[in-house]
């Protein structure tokens, strides 16, 4: 359960970004259309770029995550940039809006959730680390 540890949070939240990343990458083009309002509203090569930095955020969650001890800094520094997103992402979505279509706006929506709930069993794993 990624609530349990730091470590299991940092994997849990790994796993979920190579989960939405894998797919981005692999079809970019089918969720463009997907999550655009109209033809050609979201580029390709948006969607593409999008999955390939979420694997690269979750390739450096597991490498954080593995490390023995784990680097407090660089798992505050990812818990951070989580967070931001995830406070961004409405502004965002709002901004969007007329490029976004309902779909698309509903996979946005699950993800900033998903990322907050990683966020919150972060912080979590991050306190239970400095009261031990």
Excluded at 33 to 51: C, K, R, S
Aim: some cysteine.
């Amino acid at each position: 359960m990624p609530w349990q540890s730091l470590k299991s949070a940092l994997l849990f939240n790994a796993i979920v970004c190579a989960v939405f990343g894998v797919p981005l990458v692999a079809a970019g083009a089918f969720f463009a259309g997907l999550a655009g309002a109209h033809a050609g509203a979201i580029p390709v090569w948006l969607a593409t770029a999008a999955g390939a930095v979420l694997l690269v955020l979750a390739v450096d969650l597991a490498w954080v995550a593995t490390r023995r001890p784990i680097p407090r800094l660089l798992a505050r520094l990812l818990t951070l940039a989580d967070a931001a997103f995830v406070v961004a992402m409405p502004v965002v979505m709002l901004v969007a809006a007329p490029w976004l279509s309902n779909i698309g706006q509903l996979l946005l929506a699950d993800l900033v959730l998903i990322t907050a709930f990683c966020v919150w069993c972060q912080w979590r794993g991050l306190r239970q680390t400095a009261h031990a």
